[in-house]
């Protein structure tokens, strides 16, 4: 893959592994998408007890595990762009609908305490905005209204408070938070361009991307907005940063003109790794539980598979291969 001197000029660095158990011991929800309907699954981290979660003529995407592992809500794509959010138990049971509106929902996101599922909430016609809704489908609340889009909601370690994309006089994607009740917004950035996918960790920086004229960059930032500092930069666009359960570490995806690659860096900006390097798209990473494994969804052959690998881009595994195209969801503890 290409990438720009910039980029590869950051040192690379061993990242931590873990045990191949505790991949085996932990739960990876995934969709698989024939030809009339998809469907959430859930499968052993090794690839082992796959199970169907839904059935019939449905849409079933975006699956996303509450904190205990037990439970997963996820997006049921519905006619007339009226797409829903829906609660199931890891073991397929207790399917409870969640929301029923003419707004299209997406990007569910599951508070750390489990008390609280943030999402988006677009209407027919209109700006998108931010909702929370409680898992039994009680308590829905909107958070924003005013007119722009309010997008990817990311909360805190505390549930205190939600980062998220705000488009800024309807063209200005900037970053901002609030607390967790729609309070107290704050604006952490402040440019002409696209600053997006915010990305809350575990030790309090909230990772995001810098869309250039030309290549972004990949920046942390305190929730107060200091300091803000860049640990990526590449002539290259980069998009969807996920951080390591423990905060140590972010994994990216790069555009290399032709496909989509994943690379993991420190977040001191140090140990830059290219975590795959081939012709096809690898995109869609999340993190086990444990830190030391990657799951990520790869494009080849015409269609989508879910795979594996060691936080070092080392032991890559396909899990399953059909002509269905599946996507992982989530990575969460087993039940």
């Known amino acids: 893959m290409r990438s720009s001197k910039a980029l590869l000029a950051a040192g ?6 873990a045990a ?44 996303t595990f509450g904190p205990r592992g037990s439970r997963l809500v996820f997006v049921r794509r519905l006619a007339g762009d009226r ?26 996101a599951w508070a750390q305490d489990g008390r609280l599922i943030a999402f988006e909430a677009t209407p ?5 905005e931010l909702a929370v809704v409680r898992p039994d489908g009680s308590g829905r609340r909107r958070l ?8 990817a909601p990311s909360w805190s370690p505390s549930a205190r408070r939600i980062a998220f994309t705000r488009h800024v006089r309807g063209r200005n994607a900037e970053i901002f938070v609030m607390r967790a009740d729609g309070a107290g917004t704050r604006r952490l950035t402040r440019r002409r361009g696209a600053d997006d996918s915010p990305a809350w960790s575990s030790t309090g920086w909230i990772a995001y991307v810098r869309r250039l004229g030309e290549g972004a960059e990949l920046r942390l930032v305190r929730p ?14 980069l998009g969807s940063p996920v951080w390591s359960p ?17 690379f993991l860096i420190s977040a001191n900006g140090t140990g830059l790794r290219r975590l795959t390097g081939n012709d096809v798209a690898d995109f ?6 444990s830190g030391g494994w990657i799951a990520f969804t790869r494009f080849s052959g015409g269609s989508n598979d879910v795979w594996t690998m060691r936080a070092d881009g080392s032991r890559k595994r396909r899990l399953m291969s059909s002509t269905a195209h599946q996507a992982v969801g989530d990575w969460g503890p087993g039940p």
Do not use: C, M
């Open 284 to 289: 869609g990473a999340a993190w086990a539980p």
């Open 20 to 63: 191949a158990g505790a991949a085996a011991a932990s739960t990876i929800a995934y969709t698989s998408l024939g030809a009339t309907a998809s469907h959430v699954f859930v499968t052993r981290g090794d690839g082992s007890q796959k199970e169907r979660l839904t059935s019939g003529s449905v849409v079933d995407v975006a699956p």
């Open 12 to 17: 690379v660095g061993a990242a931590g592994l």
């Open 83 to 108: 797409d829903d959010l829906f609660r199931i138990d890891v073991d397929g049971s207790d399917l409870t609908r969640l929301s029923s509106t003419a707004a299209a929902e997406a990007r569910p």
């Open 124 to 128: 027919a016609a209109g700006a998108s």
């Open 224 to 237: 107060d907005g200091r300091p803000n500092r860049r640990i990526v930069r590449s002539n290259r666009p």
């Open 144 to 151: 924003t209204r005013n007119g722009v889009d309010d997008l």
């Open 246 to 262: 423990d905060g140590s570490r972010l994994v990216f995806e790069v555009w290399d003109g032709v496909d989509t690659e994943l």
